[in-house]
């Protein structure tokens, strides 16, 4: 996780590293004791909806000011691409050789859709990278997402759709059509939740 | 040339050259031969950024030390394997090189070096994926560790269970190996 | 000749368990662990059994309670960071006395670290790790033979004593590969019948699997006491290590695990050279082999520590021995390993010293 000073035009930037899953229960320490920086953090799937779902739902639900940039690549990247708690029903991953199934694994956990339950929420949207367009469309949201927090409005939240060619098995190019054919599919684009107060 | 009882071996070059396959079949040959065996594959992080590597001691007597930090063999299929791993083979082992894609001469003079064209010999061959098995092909023919057969049937062995269709492929590409290759006897060594 | 498979640790580890009956398996991935669930995830239905990848190590131990409770051989597998997160169940399986079997392929620490292999996590296996007066047994393979064997005699060890085991091995243990004899399982004690599963009490009084004693007020004490009766027992009967040239050894070197065998061929080499040198090398850390550390202190005027470590392991050691000889130590954490040379030239210089000298650290402690 990030935070910054906001004021003076030469910012600095601190970088904390934390336990897998955790981000949100860091950044909730440094942000309430520095409420004036801007703080955010950098998560993936298996980060943010499996090891550390306890601690994303409840920051979005205290409604804690900070940012959270959530990158969705339906697999575990780090560890060398076993299953994430995005991964697609049917979708092969080292510990699923035979595709995830809905029943046992269970299915892929739309993040945004969960969250826009809870009302500490005040933004949260669905982008990919995967496309010119959608990248510019990405980089509004998180400008956004940023500027909520300068705002005092709560909890931002923008999950990215992003690509893992190495873990999927597929060439660079497979993957940007692997986004836009199947994740978007899976994972519907646009905003969950937009609260302006 | 006369064996050592221990022989340790490091394999490296780009990932994606069949650098775990030479270093499975180094084992499984060693193995058919009844000798003790080690083998281990550099993982994570360490594989990231242009070198993957795997080590391989073969033994007649009980292996203490899985772990190899000054090879007596080395393997080594790229240019940024040769310089990693040049300077740590021990005076008086071997170096194998890739002559295809390693164009630079030995710094070292107390190492006996086998020169193989293995990028080109799977280029001929119509397949680069099997340039790894001339370099062993080569490595088998000159080191004399392990006898040919040995590893023919730990190819055999293997490809058999997982791929069948490549092993004829694969074996013409470990003779080729074997057949142009060439051996040089280390020059700043006498007495040996 | 018995068939020998080429397998890495981690494999040869999934091998092993389900060979040895086990049919439940909960894990999360981590390196250098990550073989063991992706094996698990198509070999365990393959054998019949259930594969779980859990959303964190702590669902996962919890997992493994369950599956205990409900009667099945079960197991999980981590590396450090992992297994920092499942002391909590650790604890309560130890407490409510449920047979498992818990797996540390360890890694550099403290926190994320790195994934190079360690031994730092010698005090949380063997001190504790969880809350609360409990042991785990604790298993040290140094080969994969080893690891064969003790992966499917842990299994015994827990279903006999009703103890979770672990499998204490490091990255290195994990990643190497060893030809090793496939020996079918076949138990070494005579196991009792589990007469805690929770399977419906149909035909029978309840059963209760708890960990919680409030009344009456001595009841927690009483639990205690006889968790303790048990572990003394296990001490007893537990002795587990290789002893090698220590008869006439001047200089004793101790080491568990992979850094065990590196030991141990610095211990020949330095036969070699004519030193009076000798390995204790233990098989099982809890509860420790104390006798032959006893027996050697009588003849040896040094004993030397390697581990992977700043200094943990080197704690019992002195402690059998009633810190009764001049102990050396060398190691350092963060994912150093040993070389045969740097130990051997350590008992070179003990060897030649003549009396005995102020117990002197090579690296910092
Ligand atoms: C407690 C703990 N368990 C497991 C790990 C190993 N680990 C590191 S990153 C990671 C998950 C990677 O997946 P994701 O969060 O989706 O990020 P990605 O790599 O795909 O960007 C895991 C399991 C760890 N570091 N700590």
């Known amino acids: 996780m990030n935070w910054e000073s906001v004021s003076g035009s030469s910012a600095q930037r601190r970088w904390d590293e934390c336990a897998h899953g955790r981000p949100p229960a860091v950044a909730t320490g440094i942000k309430r004791v520095l409420p004036d920086r801007i703080v955010f953090t950098y998560q993936g799937d298996g980060d943010l909806a499996a090891i550390g779902t306890a601690e994303t739902i409840h920051a979005a639900n205290r409604g804690e000011n900070i940012t959270i940039i959530f990158v969705n690549n339906a697999i575990y990247g780090m560890t060398g691409g076993q299953m994430a708690p995005t991964t697609m029903i049917g979708q092969w991953s080292t510990t699923t050789p035979d595709g995830r199934g809905r029943f046992g694994e269970g299915g892929p956990i739309r993040v945004c859709e969960m969250l826009s339950a809870l009302g500490g929420v005040c933004y949260l949207e669905r982008v990919s990278v995967s496309s010119p367009k959608d990248v510019m469309k990405a980089k509004k949201a998180i400008k956004k997402a940023f500027e909520n927090q300068i705002a005092g409005k709560g909890f931002s939240l923008v999950e990215v759709l992003s690509m893992c060619p190495t873990d999927w098995k597929l060439s660079p190019l497979e993957a940007l059509d692997f986004v836009n054919d199947k994740m978007k599919a899976a994972f519907p684009l646009g905003v969950f939740k937009d609260r302006q107060s | 040339m006369k064996q050592p009882t221990q022989t340790r071996i490091i394999i490296a070059g780009f990932g994606g050259q069949g650098i775990v396959l030479i270093g499975n079949l180094i084992a499984r040959g060693a193995l058919i031969e009844g000798k003790n065996v080690t083998g281990m594959v550099a993982y994570g992080a360490e594989m990231r950024g242009g070198t993957a590597y795997a080590t391989v001691v073969v033994s007649e007597d009980e292996i203490a030390c899985p772990f190899v930090e000054k090879p007596d063999t080395a393997i080594v299929l790229n240019r940024p394997s040769m310089d990693k791993f040049e300077p740590a083979v021990q005076p008086g082992g071997l170096i194998l090189v890739n002559t295809s894609l390693v164009q630079r001469d030995l710094k070292r003079m107390d190492i006996s070096t086998i020169f193989v064209a293995a990028t080109e010999i799977a280029q001929e061959l119509g397949n680069l994926k099997v340039a790894n098995l001339a370099a062993l092909g080569a490595f088998i023919q000159h080191s004399g560790l392990l006898q040919p057969q040995s590893i023919q049937q730990a190819a055999e062995d293997l490809f058999s269970s997982k791929n069948p269709k490549l092993l004829p492929l694969n074996l013409a590409a470990l003779k080729a190996g074997m057949h142009q290759s060439r051996f040089m006897e280390a020059v700043g060594l006498t007495g040996r | ?365």
Not at chain 3, 160 to 175: F, K, S, T, W
């Open chain 3, 1 to 365: 000749m018995t068939e020998k498979i080429l397998l890495k640790g981690n494999e040869l580890l999934v091998e092993a368990a389900i060979e040895a009956g086990c049919r439940f398996y909960a894990g999360y991935p981590i390196t250098p662990q990550n073989e063991v669930p992706e094996m698990m995830s198509w070999r365990m239905p393959q054998a019949g059994g259930v594969f779980i990848q859990a959303e964190s190590e702590i669902a996962a131990i919890n997992m493994i309670f369950g599956a205990s409770a409900a009667g099945a051989r079960c197991m999980t597998s981590s590396s450090s960071p992992g297994i920092s997160l499942k002391q909590e169940g650790i604890s309560y399986i130890a407490a409510a006395e449920l047979p498992c079997v818990i797996v540390n392929m360890q890694r550099g620490g403290p926190g994320l670290g790195n994934i190079r292999a360690a031994q730092g996590d010698y005090f949380q296996a063997v001190k504790g790790g969880g809350h609360g007066d409990y042991h785990l047994i604790v298993l040290v393979p140094a080969t994969l033979g080893e690891l064969y064997d003790l992966t499917m005699h842990a299994f015994d060890y827990a279903d006999y004593y009703r103890n979770p085991v672990m499998i204490l091995g490091d990255g290195i243990l994990g990643q190497m590969a060893e030809p090793v004899e496939k020996r079918p399982y076949k138990p070494i004690l005579n196991l009792p019948p589990k007469e805690f599963v929770l399977d419906g009490c149909k035909s029978r009084p309840p059963r209760v699997i708890k960990t919680l004693y409030l009344h009456p007020a001595d009841s927690l004490v009483r639990h205690n006491l006889h968790l303790q009766e048990k572990y003394a027992q296990i001490q007893r009967e537990l002795c587990l290590y290789e002893e090698y040239e220590t008869d006439d050894a001047e200089v004793v070197v101790s080491a568990y695990g992979i850094t065990g065998r590196v030991a141990k061929g610095a211990v020949k080499a330095a036969r070699k050279e004519g030193l009076k040198a000798g390995l204790i090398r233990p098989l099982c850390v809890w509860p420790f082999p104390a006798q032959p550390y006893q027996r050697a202190a009588q003849k040896a005027r040094h004993f030397l520590v390697v581990e992977m470590s700043h200094g943990q392991f080197i704690e019992d050691v002195k402690l059998a021995m009633d810190c009764k000889r001049p102990t050396s130590f060398l190691g350092k954490g963060g994912g150093w390993y040993p070389m045969e040379e740097e130990i051997l030239e350590q008992i070179r210089r003990l060897a030649g010293t003549k009396r005995k000298p102020a117990a002197k650290k090579i690296g910092k402690r």
